[in-house]
């Protein structure tokens, strides 16, 4: 379920490819299974990046998003600039990561603690392991929506550091099936398709890209 996966699952049924397989990754690992053949497609809210461009090629943008910063309901954290003296947490293999690291080194926080998925992250917070997330706003936004458990909340005076643009992944000799899925890709965003599923999730017009981008 999630974004990624209604879209891929739609452009599959329009290729005429009857069964769509999900397999659960490492985000970390994502790319090394492509490339090792165990995978076929990478759709899991990636960012389109230089360094991942190297050793895959992506499609079209299918939706842009930004990070938030998660907290408990109960918490005073209203940005960063609360967080020097606090454990924030972000999953292994992400910018996000990549940023807290830069932010540790600065001493603007105290810790990290590093998790394997955005839900475990999710979780992990939810159990008091550390005072804050930061991860995908829109994935997390939807997980706190739907999971009456999870008792927290996206702090709004947060002011995102990344406005990442989002797309699947497949190997760089599988330009057909490149071609493929942005053809109909474009074709979902065209008829409204694409930004139905983002707001089904809890996104809007802002998260939505236009077709051939």
Request: glycine share 8%; hydrophobic share 40%.
């Amino acid at each position: 379920t999630g974004i990624d996966g209604e879209i891929i699952k739609e452009i599959a049924k329009r290729l005429g490819i009857e069964k769509v397989e999900m397999k659960t990754v490492k985000f970390e690992n994502l790319l090394v299974e492509l490339n090792n053949k165990n995978i076929d497609i990478v759709a899991d809210a990636m960012y389109i990046k230089d360094e991942r461009k190297k050793v895959a090629n992506f499609t079209n943008v299918w939706y842009q998003d930004g990070d938030a910063l998660i907290v408990r309901e109960d918490s005073t954290i209203a940005g960063l600039e609360d967080l020097s003296d606090k454990v924030v947490g972000a999953v292994k293999g992400t910018v996000f990561l990549e940023y807290l690291e830069q932010l540790k080194a600065e001493k603007k926080i105290k810790d990290i603690i590093i998790f394997n998925s955005q839900a475990e992250g999710l979780l992990g917070l939810n159990t008091h392991k550390m005072d804050a997330l930061v991860t995908d706003g829109g994935v997390a936004a939807y997980s706190i929506q739907s999971d009456s458990s999870l008792k927290l909340k996206i702090v709004t005076t947060y002011k995102p550091q990344f406005n990442g643009q989002i797309g699947a992944a497949v190997r760089k000799e599988d330009n057909d099936l490149l071609e493929a899925v942005n053809r109909e890709l474009d074709k979902l965003k065209d008829e409204g398709f694409v930004l139905e599923v983002l707001k089904k999730y809890n996104l809007n017009e802002n998260n939505f890209v236009p077709s051939g981008q």
